[in-house]
């Protein structure tokens, strides 16, 4: 008799896994059975043309909409289905901005910080995130006072502050100069080497080429 076949154990859930994903909107086609697997110690940049739909792809991802057909997996299991377990160790900047009006710059972080604690001492400080992205003398304001490019800082400092296993990012480098976008592409990379995943949406080739990402161009057919 033939011997049985022995199937081999499946391996870990990839941090990030879609797959077929379809989304329209007003019966107009976004996304088209579209895919993509990020893997721990990973960094992937969506590129396209506008309208190709990489935010949408994100908000998907982050279960923040539902699409129409496919399936999603973080950390492998459903995004729009899970509890806090899950987001405490995933990080989304997706272009909404919170902040609570009467907390400055620096308490944001060390309120991240306190929350997440006990925080590796590989997570960059808040003092130190402040230096990196030039805010060091903006500290002690709320963030309804700084401007555009400053906000903008500061949200990817709140998101370097606090350990995280995935991270997802829409155009980061907007509003950035371009001084600060090597700064970001290192702290991403160091991110990517300690093991978490990142997934970003970005034409940025300082960015993509510092955090070695590997391009997944939405122009193309998927799957």
């Known amino acids: 008799m033939p011997k049985a076949r022995t199937r081999k154990p499946a391996g870990p859930p990839a941090a990030i896994e879609a797959s077929g994903v379809v989304v329209s909107f007003g019966g107009t086609p976004v996304l088209n059975k579209v895919g993509v697997r990020v893997e721990y110690g990973q960094a992937v ?16 991802i982050g279960g923040l909409l ?5 399936t999603v997996r973080v950390a492998g ?9 899950l987001w405490r160790d995933v990080v989304m900047l997706l272009g909404d901005e ?5 907390l400055t710059v620096i308490e944001h ?3 991240l910080r306190a929350v997440h604690a006990p925080v590796p001492d590989d997570i960059p400080r808040p003092a130190d995130l402040l230096e990196a992205f030039g805010l060091t003398e903006r500290a002690d304001v709320v963030p309804a006072v700084l401007s ?3 906000r903008q800082r ?31 592409a290192e702290l991403l990379a160091e991110r990517v080497k300690a093991g978490a995943a990142l997934l970003l949406a970005s034409h940025d080739k300082t960015l993509i080429d510092g955090v070695g990402a590997r391009v997944r ?7």
Do not use: F, H
């Not at 299991?77 to 377990?85: F, H, K, N």
């Not at 919170?98 to 009467?102: G, R």
């Not at 161009?217 to 998927?222: A, E, F, N, R, Y």
């Open 217 to 223: 161009s939405l122009d193309q057919v998927s799957e």
């Open 154 to 184: 500061l949200m990817l400092a709140t998101a370097l502050c606090r350990p995280s296993k995935v991270l997802m990012l829409d155009e980061p480098e907007q509003r950035l100069d371009t001084d600060i976008r090597p700064i970001l």
């Open 98 to 102: 919170a902040w609570y009006p009467d």
């Open 109 to 111: 972080l060390e309120l």
């Open 66 to 70: 539902q699409p129409d057909s496919g």
């Open 77 to 85: 299991v459903d995004p729009a289905r899970t509890g806090p377990a």
């Open 45 to 60: 940049s969506l590129v396209g043309r506008n309208g190709s739909g990489k935010s949408t792809l994100l908000r998907c």
């Open 148 to 150: 555009s490019g400053q």
